[in-house]
């Protein structure tokens, strides 16, 4: 443990020279008035006195403040993670001061850090308790009519089992996706990447999901011509989710007769970035930096016109990010919304 006495070496300093020179004044005053005697005595006897009050008022100053700043080391020190532990003790109070001064910013910062996650947390659990307890609620609404006796009209039979059952798939739907988001996270999900045609991908994403924007009429399009393939080196399956997940959304909460739009553009090196946009009802500002987060909703009223698991944006952006690729958005509320990702491009 290194020690830092500097401070208290000019106050000993000091002091013991304001006792010499005392002691001095006394010893060539009693010199004057009573006997004569070798002035070389004098000095030595001065001398000596500088030395024995420097050498005992750095100790005691030394001893008293060290006691004192090790209190303040050891009190916070008991704080868990405290930076204070591997730090050498100083008597230099303008350093402690410093120190003080950073340990409560940090201290600070990361109380606010936890009232954030706190909240987030909470927001959280809230969100998971609705997606889940409205299909619970559904296939337990329609279970216990049929129980009360609707189950003995056999169309009625049909129809509620029918809808309890989509209630399940949507309930198995968001226990995979938290099972896959959960396992992307830490890092359980290997990615075995190919190379792959992006220009094909993105095309069979367009006929899988032809129906459903054909019900609020949405051209699904690329925003000009690819006769070329552009093989990308990526995990196929996970892209294509992506892609799908990022299609859906545009569709979603897209504008009757609108359109959503796929552009494959080269970057530096041997990057291409490929955008989706669309002209739907955008995103305000406030909600964008929190958009990837699981089950955040942009509508707090937690109404849902549509379907889906809450999750699908999350699972995109951990993904991508599982590439070492990056995601982007950029939006205008009342306007329209494009998200973009990087791949790596096979020349």
Not at 45 to 59: A, E, G, M
Not at 110 to 124: A, D, H, M, V
Not at 270 to 285: F, L, Y
Request: no cysteine; hydrophobic share 40%; proline share 1%.
């Amino acid at each position: 443990m290194s020690f830092n006495f500097k401070k208290s070496y000019k106050f000993a300093v000091k002091s013991s020279i304001y006792i010499t020179l005392f002691v001095a004044v006394l010893l060539f005053l009693f010199n004057y008035f009573l006997i004569q005697t070798n002035y070389l005595y004098i000095v030595i006897i001065v001398f000596l006195v500088l030395l024995f009050s420097f050498l005992v008022l750095q100790f005691r100053v030394e001893k008293f403040i060290y006691r004192r700043v090790k209190k303040i080391y050891d009190d916070v020190s008991l704080l868990e993670n405290s930076s204070f532990k591997n730090e050498p003790i100083t008597t230099d109070f303008k350093t402690l001061s410093q120190e003080v001064q950073k340990f409560a910013r940090d201290k600070k910062l990361e109380i606010e850090t936890l009232k954030i996650r706190e909240e987030y947390r909470r927001e959280f659990l809230g969100n998971v308790s609705h997606e889940l307890k409205t299909p619970l609620f559904t296939v337990q609404g329609y279970l216990s009519t049929l129980l009360d006796g609707a189950m003995n009209d056999k169309e009625i039979r049909e129809k509620y089992l029918q809808r309890a059952e989509k209630g399940v798939e949507r309930l198995i739907y968001i226990v995979k996706d938290l099972d896959l988001i959960t396992k992307l996270e830490i890092g359980e999900i290997n990615l075995e990447k190919t190379e792959f045609d992006i220009v094909t991908l993105i095309q069979n994403v367009f006929e899988l999901l032809e129906m459903k924007a054909a019900k609020k009429d949405i051209s699904l399009t690329f925003d000009g011509k690819y006769s070329e393939p552009i093989i990308v080196f990526a995990d196929q399956e996970k892209i294509q989710q992506v892609v799908t997940n990022l299609v859906v959304n545009s569709i979603k909460y897209g504008k009757k007769r609108g359109t959503t739009e796929v552009g494959i553009e080269n970057l530096v090196n041997n990057k291409i970035i490929v955008r989706i946009t669309d002209n739907g009802e955008g995103i305000e500002k406030k909600h964008i930096s929190r958009l990837f987060e699981r089950f955040y909703r942009v509508d707090k009223s937690g109404a849902r016109s549509e379907g889906g698991s809450g999750l699908g944006l999350a699972i995109v952006k951990h993904i991508i990010e599982g590439h070492n690729e990056k995601i982007y958005i950029e939006s205008e509320f009342g306007v329209g919304s494009e998200f973009s990702f990087t791949l790596e491009k096979i020349k």
